[in-house]
């Protein structure tokens, strides 16, 4: 039996897991990528660094295995990462920080490194919702939308190891502005963040409804509001429900007239709502296809490994 | 020496080629896909094959070979073209029509069949532009926008070689009619039609202009149009452009934040304004991309083998 250790870093936790041949975690660790605690002051590569490895050491203490008895480590990192060096991250003031060759010297084994988006997106081709595909496309609807493209059964990475920024995609010119500085990207209407302002936006012009009532007592807005209002059979969810969806399927359909892959996966937490969300979706899409009448087309599948996707993706960066 | 054989299937245009060992076009024909001219009734697929075949004698007896004592053939076709058949091409009444092996039994050579814009960007790709590049993307920008995307120095067909879509890629949700049914797709802005609809209507809301003089002068709008007024000073002109840049850079930036490609070719008519289209082009393109601050960025040029790419990515079909 071989073990290969998996690190998902993200801005909050260092989640960390040994994964066996059949792609089960068997062990976990998680530490805090910021232990210090201190507001507004991110931590630097080297305090991180130091968690990472401590993160490692937990877990193959948890397992009772030796670090070196591993087969390797493999990293999913935000930021763009490239030749084990993560050449940016925004959120976790990397720059240029050789992270690969850090990660080795200290543990003595392959160590792999890889964007977050792609190792989760890798982790759902290996043991998730797409595997047994050889192109796919995994896309979470998070707090941003992150996007990791698989061709031909490995991770595209593009010519700068950046591609894959489908979140970036404007599917409406001169649109809603978006967190990376343009406007009217697939992000700023697709992710938990967009929902919430459609929620939000259709709540003040609908004081009266089910919605905003719902909104009232919750004392807030979130990516659920809206799904929740639909179930309990208010016209105004339903509408917010439908317009997400439009733009939704707006997105994929691209994707899909792009790319042609054998599945396309969504997840993140919106995803939740299952076929709710699924159903109209898939329909909305078959509408937009440029294929429509193709014997062959995209399945359009909810991913089903949660937040171990990261985890189990990381650890199988060797095949990547 | 060796000699390729390339076809370009168009709707008008069989035109062939034998292209050598150094990519040079060294003997042509070219018959009428419809020989016999009868409006309204597209030739079906057993006239095609044989205006297939009669092109590929005469170039053979052009350059006094023998088509057996060539390398192979290839044919750049438009449709979905999957394993040697072709499984659909609208203009040309083609439905699953097995244009490799009917060629095959005629010639006794290896036969290679694409679709013909992404044989065109092979062209580029192996010969023109895109030459040394390991991840590319040809746009052309003719009546339509094609695409071809070339990965680690393949052809990407996706799954069901239906894959490089980018023409209806929507950049305006809910936008301009597009010739494929849906709305706002990148074509129905960026195709030479696209730039005919933005001329028309700023001269309709421009009668005075220098534009509209022009167009009643010519008796006509074309894709030029909005150059020429450009180049005389005209505002109008310039409005004209400038937005067909600011959509043209949209799109682009979308296919360079997903593929992050080495280099992004564009052709067809439109770009025989040279750095008039392709320098504010760039600068548009620049502030859009996700990677700015990135230390390596996509290139974007103009093609440079003109209708010869089809030719040319078709003969050496064989590397795709």
Chains 1, 2 share one sequence.
Do not use: W
Not at 176 to 181: A, D, I, K, Q, V
């Amino acid at each position: 039996m071989a073990y290969y250790i998996g690190v998902d870093v993200g801005g909050t936790n260092i989640a960390c897991g040994i994964v066996d041949d059949e792609m089960k975690i068997i062990a976990r660790s998680k530490v805090k990528t910021n232990p210090r605690g201190r507001d507004g002051d991110p931590p630097d590569y080297a305090e991180i660094l130091d968690e990472i490895k401590h993160a490692v050491r937990l877990v193959c203490d948890e397992a009772e295995i030796d670090p070196s008895a591993a087969h390797s480590i493999g990293i999913g990192c935000p930021g763009t990462c490239g030749n084990g060096v993560v050449e940016y991250a925004n959120n976790l003031k990397f720059k240029n920080s050789p992270l690969m060759a850090d990660m080795e010297s200290e543990f003595k084994i392959p160590v792999y490194l890889e964007n977050d988006a792609n190792a989760a997106a890798f982790g759902e081709f290996v043991a998730g919702a797409a595997k047994g595909s050889r192109n796919a496309i995994v896309i979470t609807l998070g707090t941003g939308v992150g996007a990791g493209i698989i061709i031909d059964g490995k991770i595209y990475r593009g010519s700068n190891c950046a591609a894959g920024e489908l979140g970036h995609m404007v599917i409406v010119m001169d649109g809603l502005p978006c967190t990376c500085g343009g406007h009217g990207c697939f992000e700023a209407y697709c992710s938990a963040n967009g929902l919430i302002h459609m929620t939000t936006q259709a709540s003040e012009l609908n004081p009266e409804s089910i919605m905003t009532k719902m909104i009232r007592e919750d004392g807030k807005v979130s990516a659920r509001t809206a799904y929740k209002a639909l179930k309990q059979g208010d016209p105004v969810g339903k509408a917010v429900t439908d317009q997400y969806v439009k733009y939704l399927a707006c997105g994929i359909a691209n994707a899909i007239n792009i790319f042609q892959p054998d599945i396309l996966c969504i997840g993140g937490g919106v995803c939740n709502e299952g076929d709710t969300l699924l159903l109209p979706l898939k329909a909305a899409v078959a509408e937009r296809i440029y294929t429509k009448n193709s014997a062959k087309n995209t399945d359009i599948v909810i991913c089903n490994l949660g937040n171990d996707a990261g985890i189990i993706g990381a650890s199988m960066l060797f095949k990547s």
